[in-house]
């Protein structure tokens, strides 16, 4: 495939050389986004976020101490829904590249889905008086629930951003954008939530109410976000759909897309080991659950700080350096209450660093997946947007099944029981292990995979046989 891009940009510049003119339409992917478009793509993020960070950061502890399910059977449905995963989103991202309306292919996903998704979200956080087996199997079929439809949503609307630029410094730019709605997303759920439930008179009723008004919000913002984005980007060769057959192995072709796979799954494992036990680590180790807002507002502040201030690094710098290094800090921020797991304020001081040092990789890892889009249409000829972030959100959703499903199966492990007031040393000591170790660990093995990862370099002379190859068309 490189061989024709080769021979047709030979051509093309031929062409020039005569005085010959292309006669394809005129293409603006690489146009300038306005700071309105940002902000409303960045919106849609938000409205996940409202439901998705919960199920990371609240839903094992909605599990086991409030609808009084068993840990170990908590993290073993956990993975179930992963491996169901699989299925779903590459659907998911099949239907999306053969989706064709006056609207794009994937903005009409976010109008389709939005209010399944609002009303799913409460669902989960709801806990019906039923037997053990009756509450176990209602949690198996609304968490499965908001994981389809979330995968309905969540893939077009990670497509939208590699359908809306084809400038690798504008989708960085959108994707900051993206991630500093999230953190807006991430703050209001982290530290208003248990205030939420109590305001709405506690106990399982607390959780409906709360998760009803999140559900209502997150429908307003995914649709601001269809009304304010465009789709701008076409193919620079095959406009029919791609059968999937041919997509799937062009997908196994594409390295970079690979590598981007076993990032997401890592980092997203990393979050979900992190957001789960956090109220764990605060309620047994520092002696009240109530410091999770605390401790999360100490977390997303200098990560939207390091957000804003990511674009010029980037710029200078490139993406794969600037979370590199973030990715460094991350694993010497994890181990940092090593000196005293106990304070509060030494917990406080691992926070900040490990916030600065995730905030670049947070700020790249969606433009990272839009560039091997590009990538794989210049190595195979063929553009499959739908299947190559449908496989990837799979490898996230893998990544924050298996961190909660490890939380769960260590809990359990140690002896843990929902609800109790003693913790025994082997409890106290996974949760620990679950706080400081295996963040690291993963975010070590994050760091692995950066550093061989070679598109940052190898972009702009692959845009640049893309964007001549689509002005013969």
């Known amino acids: 495939m490189r061989q024709i891009f080769r021979q047709m940009r030979w051509r093309r510049l031929e062409a020039v050389k005569n005085g010959i003119r292309s006669g394809g339409p005129q293409d603006n992917s690489l146009a300038r986004i306005s700071f309105g478009e940002k902000l409303g793509y960045g919106v849609g993020d938000m409205a996940n976020n409202l439901i998705w960070t919960a199920m990371s950061m609240f839903v094992t502890y909605f ?7 068993a840990a170990g059977a908590v993290g073993t449905m956990f993975l179930i829904a992963r491996v169901l995963d699989a299925f779903v989103d590459v659907g998911v ?3 999306v590249d053969r989706t064709k ?9 976010l109008l389709w889905m939005c209010i399944p998704f609002g009303i799913a979200g409460v669902l989960l956080f709801t806990a019906p008086d039923l037997s053990a087996a009756g509450a176990l199997a209602y949690a198996y079929v609304t968490y499965l629930l908001i994981n389809i439809i979330y995968s309905a949503i969540n893939i077009p609307y990670g497509v939208l ?5 084809q400038d690798p410094y504008q989708r960085s730019l959108l994707n900051i954008f993206r991630m500093v709605m999230t953190l807006i997303g991430i703050l209001i759920v982290s530290t208003g939530t248990l205030k939420f439930v109590e305001l709405f008179g506690g106990g399982k009723h607390g959780w409906t109410w709360t998760f009803g008004a999140f559900g209502s919000i997150a429908v307003i913002m995914f649709i601001i976000t269809f009304l304010t984005t465009k789709e701008r ?5 095959v406009e029919k759909p791609i059968p999937f057959k041919r997509g799937l192995g062009a997908l196994f072709r594409n390295k970079y897309w690979v590598m981007i796979l076993l990032l997401n799954t890592l980092f997203y494992g990393m979050q979900a080991v992190t957001s789960a036990v956090n109220v764990y680590y605060a309620q047994y180790l520092l002696g009240n659950k109530d410091l999770v807002g605390l401790l999360s507002i100490v977390q997303l502040i200098p990560m939207m700080l390091g957000l804003l201030l990511l674009a010029p690094v980037i710029k200078r710098f490139g993406k794969r350096n600037a979370a590199l290094t973030g990715m460094v800090l991350m694993v010497i ?3 940092i209450p090593m000196i005293d797991p106990d304070n509060l304020t030494v917990v406080m001081i691992s926070t900040v660093v490990k916030a600065l040092g995730q905030a670049p990789l947070m700020g790249t890892i969606f433009a990272f997946t839009a560039d091997t889009v590009d990538y794989g249409e210049w190595k195979t000829g063929m553009r499959t947007e739908g299947l190559i972030f449908s496989a990837s959100s799979f490898g996230g959703k893998t990544g924050t099944g298996f961190g909660g499903a490890l939380v769960g199966w260590i809990l359990a492990f140690s002896g843990y029981v929902g609800g109790q007031t003693a913790l025994s040393g082997a409890a106290s000591q996974a949760i620990q292990f679950l706080y400081i170790f295996l963040p690291a660990i993963l975010c070590a093995l994050c760091a692995v995979i950066l550093w061989f990862y070679r598109l940052d370099k190898e972009y702009p002379k692959i845009l640049q046989e893309l964007q001549e190859v689509k002005q013969m068309g």
């Open 63 to 69: 599990y086991t101490d409030v609808a009084g399910l």
């Open 93 to 95: 991202g099949t239907m």
């Open 101 to 109: 309306s006056r609207y794009g292919k994937a903005r009409p996903w």
């Open 161 to 165: 951003s590699s359908m809306i630029t």
């Open 233 to 237: 980007v076409r193919p620079a060769v």
């Open 333 to 335: 921020g994890s181990l």
